[in-house]
T-cell receptor, first 114, second 118 residues
Framework: SAVISQKPSRDICQRGTSLTIQCQVDSQVTMMFWYRQQPGQSLTLIATANQGSEATYESGFVIDKFPISRPNLTFSTLTVSNMSPEDSSIYLC???????????FGSGTRLTVV | QKEVEQNSGPLSVPEGAIASLNCTYSDRGSQSFFWYRQYSGKSPELIMSIYSNGDKEDGRFTAQLNKASQYVSLLIRDSQPSDSATYLCAVNIKSPNAGGTSYGKLTFGQGTILTVHP
């Protein structure tokens, strides 16, 4: 399965600022997924990022708040914009790479907005 | 109705017992099913995937799928304290290719907290 390097692992940010999270995969993948996990909750898909096209956002998530870049088949970024304390969550990227490997997750970014 | 729903927890079992985790899903088009384990402060780790009706065994883990009933379960035999974690059921609806993989988005259940006590 793929190995994903996600950074930063954690950050504490001031409200109103933005944070960009990076995910680097050790192999080329068609689709990358960005999830949010709020405290004590399960994972919620934010958007699907395909190389060369705009990301597809799930209901309740908008590009202005969570812009995504996908410049190539091994890399993606998610920006959390104009942050508020409600954005305090763990953000995870995920990919699927091959037969029977399922979906692999990055190590996550724990974001606290103060 | 939630798209993916897991049996309410938390679940507590003694060491050596069988832990049974259940999950139902609402979309009959769902084709691929996954169980993830998540330790506190860590990212989810895939432990089982299942695509066809019936049972799939891997070591102490058995996944069971019944598409007619829209039900998937995970059995953990000989439970160990190290199995204590949150277990997440995940489903997607995109049909698997000939290799059995699926490339659609995953929808997760709310998770079941399992505690295995010595």
């Amino acid at each position: 399965s793929a190995v994903i390097s996600q950074k930063p692992s954690r950050d504490i940010c001031q409200r109103g600022t933005s944070l960009t999270i990076q995910c680097q995969v050790d192999s080329q993948v068609t689709m990358m997924f960005w999830y949010r996990q709020q405290p004590g909750q399960s994972l919620t898909l934010i958007a699907t990022a395909n190389q060369g096209s705009e990301a597809t956002y799930e209901s309740g998530f908008v590009i202005d708040k969570f812009p995504i870049s996908r410049p190539n088949l091994t890399f993606s970024t998610l920006t959390v914009s104009n942050m508020s304390p409600e954005d305090s969550s763990i953000y995870l990227c995920s990919v699927v790479t091959g037969v029977g490997t399922g979906y692999t997750f990055g190590s996550g970014t724990r974001l606290t907005v103060v | 109705q939630k798209e993916v729903e897991q049996n309410s927890g938390p679940l507590s079992v003694p060491e050596g017992a069988i832990a049974s985790l259940n999950c139902t899903y609402s979309d009959r088009g769902s084709q691929s099913f996954f169980w993830y384990r998540q330790y506190s402060g860590k990212s989810p780790e895939l432990i089982m995937s299942i695509y066809s009706n019936g049972d799939k065994e891997d070591g102490r883990f058995t996944a069971q799928l019944n598409k007619a009933s829209q039900y998937v379960s995970l059995l953990i035999r000989d439970s160990q304290p190290s199995d204590s974690a949150t277990y997440l059921c995940a489903v997607n609806i995109k049909s698997p290719n000939a290799g059995g993989t699926s490339y659609g988005k995953l929808t997760f259940g709310q998770g079941t907290i399992l505690t295995v006590h010595p």
